[in-house]
């Protein structure tokens, strides 16, 4: 990793800086622009946290998006709307082995670390990347298998086991479990989610105030693609075949928020069956396999019978030849 570091930053940028304390600074060549933002890349927690106590002696905000790399328009969008708010930007990118399971995609998730610097630096909105290893976030390892863990982990219950937690038991542990390490070891002053995770989003929302952290939490909105299709890191697994009907998804929730909005259907039943419409008629003909729709209460996740007052979350996830996606929409309510 340290071999494909350098040649990143020595072919790409001509000023470049590698000290004990592992860190990395760099700018493009290209722009002269007095207020372009140098990235400095911070590999371990010491140096990046002598650069966050500067930042706080100065009384300088931090803004923090934490990633799994892969990076597209979506996370972009989140660094962008942290520059709007904050002093200054800090992105992570560590794949976290603790919200896969022994049988998913730890091993093919992409890992595109030079592909996400170059897309971080031309938003000129980040200051600072943490690129941590494992061993950093998991002294004690971390296997698969969570009855062979070793260490303190964080769950989040009532909020973790129903709708994505159904399918992925493990997952939220993991998140909950790396969100707090990253905010101990970041301490930003505002944190940035998409909505696209919704569940995650208010996962997270209910970690920080459980555990008191001083932090600002803020949802960006979900970033699609020209057909709807909610951007995502996996969409990249997508055979271009199965590309062409993969919005298939954002379509069936786009039919449950019309006859809620437009017809006044307020009922789980009502919404949810419009939906699955939609999932059924591809299925048909294509390799689509829908894996479950939710209409669930934005703050506590409780699966609703009715949209009520406070609004809901209508989510849901399917198969596309075995690549799974994830979308939702928001029904009367904010997350």
Not at 30 to 42: A, L
Not at 169 to 180: D, K, L, N, S, Y
């Amino acid at each position: 990793m340290r071999k494909v570091l350098e040649k990143l930053v020595l072919s790409t940028f001509n000023a470049y800086a590698l000290t004990k304390q592992g860190v990395r600074s760099f700018s493009t060549s290209s722009v002269t622009m007095q207020d372009k933002k140098t990235i400095t890349i911070f590999k371990t927690i010491p140096s990046l946290r002598e650069w966050k106590q500067k930042l706080a002696r100065e009384g300088r905000t931090l803004g923090f998006v934490p990633t799994m790399g892969g990076l597209h328009e979506g996370h972009l969008s989140l660094a962008k709307q942290a520059a709007s708010i904050c002093d200054t930007v800090a992105v992570s990118i560590f794949v976290n082995p603790a919200q896969f399971a022994p049988h998913e995609d730890l091993d093919q998730y992409p890992r595109t670390l030079e592909k996400d610097l170059e897309l971080l630096e031309a938003t000129n909105s980040v200051d600072a990347v943490f690129f941590p290893t494992v061993k950093d976030i998991y002294p004690n390892g971390i296997p698969l298998d969570v009855e062979k863990q070793q260490g303190t982990f964080v769950e989040v219950k009532g909020r973790s086991h129903q709708m994505e937690g159904q399918t992925r038991p493990v997952f939220f542990r993991g998140v909950a479990t790396v969100v707090c390490k990253l905010f101990n070891i970041v301490q930003p002053t505002h944190t940035f989610f998409g909505q696209k995770d919704a569940q995650q989003c208010v996962v997270v929302r209910s970690l920080i105030t459980d555990l008191h952290f001083p932090i600002s939490f803020h949802v960006g909105e979900t970033i699609r693609e020209y057909d709807g299709l909610a951007m995502s890191s996996r969409n990249r697994y997508l055979a271009p075949e199965n590309r062409q009907f993969a919005n298939v998804l954002y379509r069936a929730l786009n039919k449950g928020k019309q006859v809620f909005e437009k017809d006044g259907i307020r009922d789980r039943k009502g919404i949810i069956a419009k939906a699955q419409e939609v999932v059924e008629a591809e299925s048909e003909t294509k390799d689509v396999k829908l894996d479950y729709f939710s209409l669930a209460h934005p703050r506590t996740l409780e699966e609703l019978e009715s949209v009520g007052e406070d609004g809901a979350i209508l989510s849901g996830a399917i198969y596309i030849a075995g690549t799974r996606l994830i979308d939702n929409l928001l029904l009367d309510c904010e997350l």
